[in-house]
């Protein structure tokens, strides 16, 4: 089975404190994936990387960076917690290895880190 | 923009019933759909595909209906459970793209 592991299911932060979310992924999937989760907003893309040292932004990539240093480990990083960041963050992956026509890429996710930011 | 979207927030059903999840796409370069489970503070897992050569793919009691011309697909839920209650997410990928593009969801209640 996939295992996408986020190492913090819920922190609480003060505004203007660093954070960082950890990801790691057991698959050796080549691609990683950050989202937020919002009520009504669906699932946003706040960044994705496709190999190690890539990175993309994604929809959302305001007030936060990224770092993929090993192709099993994203990371997540609000340089400067605000308020408006409190929300359920989504880690995962996916492999580029599908078949045309059969077998499409499927994206596994993590369990999701709660973050509050007060 | 949205490329996704499934345009019913909620949907309640009683149980033993069929529930008719819907979602809308507008990039008809999207050749490879998804649907996904999520639970309250839980990550979404993945429930069901279907590749764009196909109009159907069925799992149990979950059933995938893609109409390619109307860009449309839906899932179908028979016999509705209690634990089917969860937001539904569907996706849409491009084989030559590593992106996914996500709908805001429908939360589905399967009422005993």
């Known amino acids: 089975d996939v295992k996408v592991t986020q190492s913090s299911r819920y922190l609480v932060k003060r505004t203007g404190e660093k954070v960082f979310l950890e990801c790691v992924q057991d698959m050796d999937h080549e691609n990683m994936f950050w989202y937020r989760q919002d009520p009504g907003l669906g699932l946003r893309l706040i960044y994705f990387s496709y190999d190690v040292k890539m990175k993309e932004k994604g929809d959302i990539p305001e007030g936060y960076s990224v770092s993929r240093e090993k192709k099993e480990r994203f990371s997540l990083i609000l340089e400067s917690a605000s308020t408006n960041q409190t929300s359920m963050y989504l880690c995962a992956s996916s492999s580029s290895r599908g078949v045309q026509g059969v077998r499409g890429n499927t994206i596994y996710f993590g369990e999701g880190s709660w973050l509050t930011v007060v | 923009d949205q490329q996704v979207k499934q345009n019913s927030p909620s949907l309640s059903v009683q149980e033993g019933r069929i529930s008719i999840l819907n979602c809308d796409y507008t990039?008809?370069?999207?050749?490879?759909f998804l649907w996904y489970k999520k639970y309250p503070a839980e990550g979404p897992t993945f429930l069901i595909s279907i590749s764009s050569i196909k109009d159907k793919n069925e799992d149990g009691r979950f059933t995938v209906f893609l109409n390619k011309s109307a860009k449309h697909l839906s899932l179908h839920i028979v016999p509705s459970q209690p634990g089917d209650s969860a937001v539904y997410f569907c996706a849409a990928s491009e084989w030559s793209g590593n992106q996914f593009y996500f709908g805001t969801g429908t939360s589905l209640t399967v009422i005993p």
């Open positions: 990039n008809s370069m999207f050749d490879y």
